[in-house]
């Protein structure tokens, strides 16, 4: 009769497993310390953040990130300790360095955008072949769980923040309501069912492994499978962007993060990305009218001075001025027409970082 018991529940069972209740007991250390997220914790030993540091060729010792206004500084070192945390394993590294490095280029992310009333989340971006030597989800559920290096490189972040800036919510950490995906959102692209070149290529990184990264505020669903016209489907882009409710500052910037079925679309009617974007920059918005009614009037006189005249309400206030502020990004399957509207916390800042190939 053959052994219903797989081997590794054998081994448990036979007793080789690693003791559960000593286990316990370091989960619950990492609690009481203030280090988890609300989750469990993986205890980091110095034989495992040790694996980790091996993977780079960066001192333990070098500063990689600060933040300035509350004086608190993020090491190699430190990044590897929150990243054996979070769950990643040690060749992740230097894809956790490059995600944080790109996050500390943006203005929004060094600011104060970790404190923010909107509780911005991360974007991160990977193109490149460590998508696949990693083992990243690149196709269905782009945005969603099942996925070790999607799900663990962002908690690395998110770990970062809190234990090396001390970012913690009812202490710095000023959101009011926040946001669902505040550390969970890496997006691995599909390069492959892509007609354009990946985000990292826009950004001056082409066939390398490189991480792109932006504050965001929310995702919001485009579900447009019931035409085959390019332009009524940008027309759904454009009335999503125009939304009233996200528009607090006169520009509110976006990513695209488009399916390979509209993409292929936009593509097979001979759009580019910048064609997208310039389309969009031309007809997402809102007339002033719309915009007073809903109590955003205030919006309209941002930046004006105190003796212009009022703007008309059959005036078109556009949200958007120029391409950069759209970044498109191709994720998720090819099985049905849904894209993501990616609400940008300030403003991308069209750079990249290279995965380091540690020789």
């Not at 316990?24 to 694996?51: K, M, T």
């Not at 769950?87 to 992740?92: A, I, L, R």
């Not at 031309?282 to 212009?308: F, I, N, P, W």
Request: some cysteine; hydrophobic content about 45%.
């Amino acid at each position: 009769m053959t052994d219903p018991v797989p081997g590794a529940v054998a081994d448990a069972v036979a007793g080789a497993a690693p003791d559960p209740d000593q286990a316990q007991r370091a989960i619950e250390y990492c609690y009481e310390q203030g280090w988890s997220d609300g989750l469990p914790l993986v205890p980091a030993s110095r034989p495992l953040v040790d694996a980790f540091l091996a993977t780079t060729s960066r001192a333990p010792e070098e500063i990689i990130g600060s933040l300035e206004q509350v004086g608190r500084d993020c090491t190699v070192y430190l990044a590897a300790v929150n990243a054996a945390m979070a769950g990643c394993k040690p060749e992740y590294f230097p894809v956790v360095l490059a995600a944080f490095d790109a996050l500390m280029r943006e203005r929004a992310a060094r600011g104060g955008g970790f404190q923010s009333t909107s509780g911005p989340a991360p974007l991160i971006v990977v193109n490149g072949p460590v998508r696949h030597e990693l083992g990243f989800n690149t196709a269905g559920g782009a945005f969603g769980p099942g996925f070790r290096p999607n799900a663990t490189i962002p908690r690395a972040i998110g770990l970062i923040v809190r234990n090396a800036f001390g970012i913690r919510q009812h202490v710095l950490g000023q959101a009011t309501q926040g946001v669902p995906g505040r550390w969970s959102i890496c997006v691995a692209e599909n390069e492959e069912e892509s007609p354009w070149q990946p985000l990292a290529a826009d950004a001056g990184h082409p066939g390398i492994s490189a991480v792109s990264a932006m504050l965001t505020r929310t995702c919001e669903f485009v579900d447009n499978r019931a035409t085959a016209v390019a332009e009524e489907v940008l027309a759904d882009f454009a009335d999503t962007i125009g939304r009233l409710g996200p528009q607090i500052f006169p520009q509110t910037p976006v990513a695209l993060v488009l399916c390979p079925e509209h993409a292929q679309q936009f593509a097979g009617a001979g759009l580019t990305k910048q064609d997208i974007q310039n389309w969009l920059i031309e007809h997402s918005g809102r007339t002033a009218g719309q915009m007073r009614r809903a109590g955003k009037g205030h919006v309209l006189r941002l930046g004006a001075s105190a003796d212009a005249e009022p703007v008309p309400d059959e005036h078109f206030h556009r949200v958007l001025s120029q391409p950069r502020q759209i970044p498109v990004v191709v994720a998720g399957a090819k099985n049905a027409g849904i894209s993501m509207v990616v609400r940008i916390f300030g403003e991308w800042s069209g750079l990249a970082t290279a995965v380091e190939e540690k020789l």
